[in-house]
């Protein structure tokens, strides 16, 4: 066990787990704000979802693009960790590529938003969108090669072309409320599945 510093503060490591905990507390909330509110919600709007005050927000993320950057990555990580996760919790592959590829347009949702506020840092948005095919695409060919091992769905999908198609299917959700694009890809998965022996 650590010893504690002088006049009984708290050891190094302490503060870290601190600062690591309310770091992640704040893209958690600023993901959550930015789903409803834009991007551009205030800070204030933020710090207050996550339960701290604004200098913690500066003190991680200096800037608007570098806590953009931060949740976008922080939702790459999460959508990335869930898939290995699900494979070894759900009752099939297929139960578990269908939650995945819920989570992944959860994702899709979070990120048009995040993407636009990028694309004017075309370097950092490159970085990213390589960072996201090298995170994602592997964790659904685990998925699609588990499916198809069971028996639950054809051979020959490509997950980069699926993760795609699901993007494109997810497009029209922001210009028509009424638009629910999980109907589509239900759709979708639908068509990958093998025929049922009768």
Request: glycine fraction near 8%; aromatic fraction near 6%; charge should be negative.
């Amino acid at each position: 066990m650590a010893a504690e510093g002088p006049a009984g503060d708290s050891p190094p490591r302490s503060k870290r787990a601190d600062a690591q905990r309310n770091r992640e507390t704040v893209l958690t909330a600023a993901a959550e704000v930015f789903v409803t509110s834009g991007v551009d919600a205030p800070i204030r709007q933020i710090a207050a979802q996550a339960g701290v005050g604004m200098a913690t927000i500066y003190r991680h993320f200096p800037t608007r693009a570098d806590l953009v950057t931060a949740v976008y990555q922080h939702q790459i990580e999460a959508c990335a960790e869930a898939g290995p996760s699900l494979l070894g919790s759900l009752d099939s592959p297929l139960d578990a590529l269908r939650e995945w590829i819920d989570l992944f347009v959860d994702f899709l949702v979070t990120k048009h938003g995040l993407a636009d506020a990028l694309q004017s840092d075309s370097d950092r948005f490159a970085a990213l969108h390589a960072y996201f095919l090298d995170r994602l695409v592997p964790v659904c060919s685990l998925l699609l090669d588990a499916a198809v091992e069971a028996g639950d769905i054809r051979s020959g999908t490509q997950p980069y072309e699926l993760m795609r198609g699901i993007g494109n299917l997810c497009i029209g959700r922001d210009s028509d409320p009424d638009y629910d694009p999980r109907r589509l890809i239900a759709l979708l998965l639908q068509g990958l599945q093998r025929p049922q022996a009768t």
